[in-house]
């Protein structure tokens, strides 16, 4: 029994360690150094530290249940995000999404690792690219090699779920500067909004 029980704690320190070193560079949820966005229903910010983190969040009348049903969803994140054109994921939680970009921009993609966490009450289903996940890179794409985030889901109500969605914003390539704070904007309201349409479609099914 003490070696059953060993190994079982070999195993947890190994999975936390895993962990932290994929996903510990997020900032945290009582992170408040945000450069406000926009300040509206949905509201987004951003923080420049080695990578521009950005962060969206919004209140959704729906359980944590209902959406996370949605966000773990990822091989159909191309029929619910505006801008995803092709998304799937492996049984071992790997990813493989991109993005498409207007003209004359290169369409994005990155491969992360998921992983769904709990953090007192929350919910978070984080995502994490590294070294090994970029070996194969394709020319037509710009890879997203430091891709990173979460999603958190925190509980106000049964029924009423406040939603955060966190990224690297790091768009790498031939994306101007002066432009990013707009692209920022307009990816954290694409993601918000698609979701709650799709859980009001859910909901109304």
């Given at each position: 029994m003490k070696k059953i029980a060993k190994n079982i704690m070999k195993h947890l320190l190994i999975s936390y360690l895993?962990?932290?070193?994929?996903?510990?560079?997020?900032?945290p949820k009582d992170f408040s150094s945000w450069e406000i966005l926009q300040?509206?229903?949905?509201?987004?910010?951003?923080?420049?530290?080695?990578?521009?983190?950005c962060k969206a969040k919004i209140i959704l009348p729906y359980s944590i249940e209902d959406i996370l049903f949605v966000v773990e969803d990822v091989n159909n994140y191309d029929k619910v995000l505006d801008s995803v054109i092709y998304s799937t994921k492996d049984d071992n939680n790997i990813a493989?999404?991109?993005?498409?970009?207007?003209?004359?921009?290169?369409?994005?993609?990155?491969?992360v690792k998921f992983q769904?966490?709990?953090?007192n009450k929350d919910i978070v289903y984080a995502f994490a690219s590294n070294p090994?996940?970029?070996?194969?890179?394709?020319?037509?794409?710009i890879r997203l090699i430091n891709a990173k985030g979460?999603?958190?889901?925190?509980?106000?109500?049964?029924?009423?779920?406040?939603?955060?969605?966190?990224?690297?914003?790091?768009?790498?390539g031939d994306f101007p500067s002066w432009a990013l704070s707009k692209a920022w904007v307009k990816h954290g309201n694409e993601v918000l909004s698609n979701l709650s349409d799709k859980?009001?479609?859910?909901?109304?099914n």
């Open positions: 895993l962990s932290i070193s994929l996903f510990g560079q997020i900032p300040d509206e229903k949905i509201w987004i910010g951003n923080y420049f530290d080695e990578f521009p983190w493989h999404i991109r993005i498409d970009y207007p003209f004359p921009f290169t369409d994005r993609e990155y491969i769904r966490l709990l953090e090994g996940l970029n070996q194969n890179i394709d020319s037509n794409y979460e999603w958190r889901l925190s509980p106000v109500t049964d029924n009423q779920t406040e939603v955060s969605y966190l990224w690297n914003g790091e768009l790498r859980l009001k479609e859910n909901h109304e």
